[in-house]
């Protein structure tokens, strides 16, 4: 994969309230990916988990719906992306990080295809 000098490649996982109605989990789907194709990035790739039981509970859940995005951005939009992120209500916990080795995105197990 060639990628651009001056962009990196991370990781975003967000765990979303489980009992959002589907128009909203797909509108804050859509609201990222305008957010990362507006600062010129670029998604690579997405992983629907769903509905995964939390270690902990938060804000009062003791599930969450998990999605995983793989993008390629410019290093000083992230703190952008962070704070977006940080504003949504509906997200209960979210963590990003630098992929050390982008060949490998995509090459996992998965499982069957989820809608957002």
Avoid at 21 to 28: F, S, T
Avoid at 71 to 76: L, R
Wanted: aromatic residues 8%.
């Amino acid at each position: 994969m060639a990628k651009n000098e001056n962009k990196k490649v991370y990781e975003l996982m967000i765990a979303v309230k489980p009992l959002l109605p589907d128009e909203v989990r797909k509108e804050i789907h859509k609201e990222f990916l305008k957010l990362v194709e507006s600062k010129g990035g670029k998604i690579l790739d997405v992983d629907v988990w769903g509905k995964r039981y939390l270690s902990y509970k938060i804000a009062g859940h003791n599930e969450g719906y998990y999605i995983i995005y793989n993008y390629e951005i410019a290093p000083e939009h992230i703190v952008e992306i962070k704070r977006q992120i940080q504003l949504k209500q509906e997200i209960l916990r979210s963590i990003i990080i630098e992929v050390e080795h982008p060949e490998d995105i995509g090459t996992g197990i998965k499982k069957k295809e989820i809608k957002i």
